[in-house]
């Protein structure tokens, strides 16, 4: 094997480094990295830097990640709160509350269930300084649906913008987040819209929150919830969702399909699907 002189090889080493630099902070973002190596960064990968996160009541912080190749942020999450009674300052009570890193595992393990985790960042769990928590991919976005609403910008493409709403809303239905907000829908660069931070989803209640937000479905999506089924579910979140959980999860879908096939009736599925 060719050898090389020690100052040659340093800085052939060098040239190297500097032209790999460059490409190691691009590749976490290639589309070719598939969801299975991001899972294995963000479980393997080494937490070189971290801050608070800005926004946010959970406790959240931006790790910097690098396992000697690729470098990318995540957010870390490790509320887990249960309490019998939860009053808010609205006045609002709730009982048998929970706050938990732990939903927002599940949230993406159904999202992959439904083919919705493209609309989803990757979680995983992870014990960062002593706490569990979840840890997600942190993805490239100009703003959050809030500061749209606020700063009044339309969607360049309303009818792209409409679909991703649709599955987004039906996805809410599903999941029942207790805590909906407009920080939660984050925007990127060509205006892809992520759903993110779930940890007061999964309420036990067999109800809709809003049967009113189920106006058009995907077709694909449709299928998928109607194929859903209960032990599927069960198995794949068995460390984060109990069985009353997954009832809740299985009941609303019932009444999801239920929703829809009674507008396909009363409109025509072209009205409806899409």
């Given amino acids: 094997m060719?050898?090389?002189p020690r100052p040659w090889g340093r800085l052939l080493f060098l040239v190297f480094a500097?032209?790999?630099l460059p490409f190691?902070?691009?590749a976490a973002?290639?589309?070719s990295l598939t969801k299975e190596q991001i899972k294995q960064f963000l479980q393997t990968?080494?937490?070189i830097k971290s801050k608070s996160a800005s926004k946010g009541v959970t406790h959240t912080s931006?790790?910097?990640l690098s396992n000697g190749t690729i470098t990318h942020d995540a957010s870390f999450q490790p509320i887990d709160e249960h309490t019998t009674k939860k009053e808010f300052d609205s006045g609002r009570v709730e009982f048998d509350f929970v706050d938990s890193y732990k939903y927002n595992i599940a949230a993406y393990q159904l999202a992959e269930l439904v083919g919705l985790d493209n609309m989803l960042p990757v979680y995983v769990e992870r014990k960062w300084q002593g706490?569990?928590?979840s840890l997600s991919w942190w993805l490239p976005v100009k703003m959050d649906e809030a500061d749209r609403v606020t700063k009044k910008i339309e969607p360049p493409d309303q009818e792209k913008w409409n679909k991703q709403m649709y599955r987004i809303r039906v996805f809410d239905e599903l999941i029942y987040d207790s805590d909906p907000n407009l920080t939660n829908v984050l925007i990127g660069e060509d205006w892809t819209i992520w759903r993110v931070d779930f940890s007061r989803a999964f309420r036990k209640n067999?109800?809709?929150?809003?049967s009113k937000n189920l106006a058009k479905c995907d077709r694909q999506l449709f299928e998928k919830l109607k194929a859903l089924k209960a032990d599927e579910l069960a198995e794949k979140t068995k460390r984060y969702l109990t069985k009353d959980e997954v009832k809740g999860v299985m009941a609303r879908r019932d009444k999801i399909v239920a929703t829809f096939q009674t507008l396909i009736a009363e409109k025509g599925e072209e009205e409806v699907m899409y």
């Fill in 131 to 133: 706490q569990t928590g």
């Fill in 45 to 47: 990968a080494e937490v």
């Fill in 18 to 20: 500097c032209v790999m």
């Fill in 206 to 210: 067999k109800d809709l929150r809003s």
């Fill in 2 to 4: 060719q050898t090389f």
């Fill in 29 to 31: 973002d290639d589309p």
């Fill in 62 to 64: 931006r790790l910097t």
């Fill in 24 to 26: 190691a902070a691009r």
